[in-house]
T-cell receptor, first 117, second 116 residues
Framework: DSGVTQTPKHLITATGQRVTLRCSPR?????VYWYQQSLDQGLQFLIQ???????AKGNILERFSAQQFPDLHSELNLSSLELGDSALYFC????????????????FGEGSWLTVV | AQKITQTQPGMFVQEKEAVTLDCTYD???????LFWYKQPSSGEMIFLIY??????QNATEGRYSLNFQKARKSANLVISASQLGDSAMYFC?????????????FGKGTLLTVNP
């Protein structure tokens, strides 16, 4: 158990709908990452939050948005869903220390399987 | 920009034998970390081992060891005494440790099959 909790584990929804994926990071971790894994694109970085603030943005579509709340949990909102959004969505967290000797291991949750039909 | 290359789409190994999964990387970051993750068919992403670019010794975690050759920019994963439960997809990844480039960049993965 990595300590990162994601809900729901599985989700089936129709095209055009909106879903919210939830993530609770490991205790003490300030940084949360969202990744999308699909068969054709592999693992794609979407976005990173650090202590409530957006820190880095990757290949995140405008239809997608995320936020990190004061209690450090994060939500990924996916709207106007398309068939191609079907994927495994991972949340990950890390302590995020600074410096060359920081280990900064990133631990992943079990993922949320999204199927758009 | 960071890049991870895993040239072996699939590997086969006999149970109890050792196997090496290849990983080469490219980065302009002065300080970076290298990671290996295991993804079984159930989908979760399991952290296996970490190597910092300034670490003098190769990392080991139980049956996993990382053969780090900085000059060659390689970070191969060695699994000793393979078990049937090692059958999974294995991803090599890296991230910068100084500055703002903290996200993990992944390779495409290697599918390892352990035969009885």
């Amino acid at each position: 158990d990595s300590g990162v909790t994601q809900t729901p584990k599985h989700l089936i929804t129709a095209t055009g709908q909106r879903v919210t994926l939830r993530c609770s990071p490991r205790s003490g971790d300030l940084s949360v990452y969202w990744y999308q894994q699909s068969l054709d694109q592999g693992l794609q970085f979407l976005i990173q939050y650090y202590n409530g603030e957006e820190r880095a943005k990757g290949n995140i579509l405008e239809r997608f948005s995320a936020q990190q709340f004061p209690d450090l949990h994060s939500e990924l909102n996916l709207s106007s869903l398309e068939l191609g959004d079907s994927a495994l969505y991972f949340c990950a967290s890390s302590v995020e220390g600074e410096g060359a000797f920081s280990r900064n291991t990133i631990y992943f949750g079990e993922g949320s399987w999204l199927t758009v039909v | 920009a960071q890049k991870i290359t895993q040239t072996q789409p699939g590997m086969f190994v006999q149970e109890k034998e050792a196997v090496t999964l290849d990983c080469t990387y490219d980065t302009s970051d002065p300080s970076y970390g290298l990671f290996w993750y295991k993804q079984p068919s159930s989908g979760e992403m399991i952290f296996l081992i970490y190597q910092g670019s300034y670490d003098q010794q190769n990392a080991t975690e139980g049956r996993y060891s990382l053969n780090f050759q900085k000059a060659r920019k390689s970070a191969n994963l060695v699994i000793s005494a393979s078990q049937l439960g090692d059958s999974a997809m294995y991803f090599c990844a890296m991230r910068g440790l100084v500055g703002s480039n903290y996200k993990l960049t992944f390779g495409k993965g290697t599918l390892l099959t352990v035969n009885p």
